[in-house]
């Protein structure tokens, strides 16, 4: 069956982090319930490296309970930008989700730098992305509350000890690039 997933990326220190989240499509609308039931009054999106430690703990346990899939990729920031490490992971996610028979990608806007992420996808499903089935869209989080899981589950891991932990329910596969 195919599946729908949803990429954000977290950046620490030395490493770059790409979260991919995957979720069946049956899952979408309840998955996406929940998040939204996590909104204070007047928030419009959750951001987690804008939340305040107590509330960063409340959100990474209920995350680590969904029912999503997600893969991390890590990669040492030995590149010259945090473009390229970027689009290094991007490039073997989009391969790895093209085998999944992902149908439907939504990667996190960066604005004027999704021409970068376009032109990455692209060339990972081999200059013929009619033939992959995949489809894909850069939107801003606020108007995609599923974005919400891979930028936690990015930021979490990325912070490691505890953090880490309480994501790692939905964490099925780490690769190191």
Request: aromatic letters at 6%; hydrophobic letters at 40%; a positive charge.
């Amino acid at each position: 069956m195919p599946v729908h997933a949803f990429i954000d990326e977290s950046v620490r220190d030395s490493r770059y982090y790409l979260c991919v989240a995957v979720l069946d499509p049956a899952c979408l609308a309840e998955t996406r319930k929940r998040l939204t039931a996590l909104l204070l009054p007047g928030q419009r999106e959750l951001h987690f490296k804008k939340e305040k430690p107590p509330r960063r703990r409340l959100l990474a346990d209920r995350i680590g309970g969904l029912s999503a899939a997600t893969s991390v990729y890590v990669t040492a920031r030995t590149r010259k930008t945090e473009e390229q490490d970027r689009q290094r992971c991007l490039f073997e996610a989009v391969r790895d989700l093209v085998s999944v028979r992902a149908h439907r990608v939504v990667i996190d806007s960066r604005e004027e730098q999704d021409r970068h992420d376009q032109t990455t996808i692209y060339r990972a499903l081999g200059g013929r992305p009619s033939d992959t089935g995949v489809s894909y869209e850069h939107l801003d989080s606020a108007a995609a509350p599923l974005l919400w899981i891979p930028d936690a589950v990015a930021w979490c891991y990325g912070a490691g000890s505890d953090w880490r932990r309480r994501v790692m329910p939905v964490v099925h596969q780490v690769i190191e690039l």
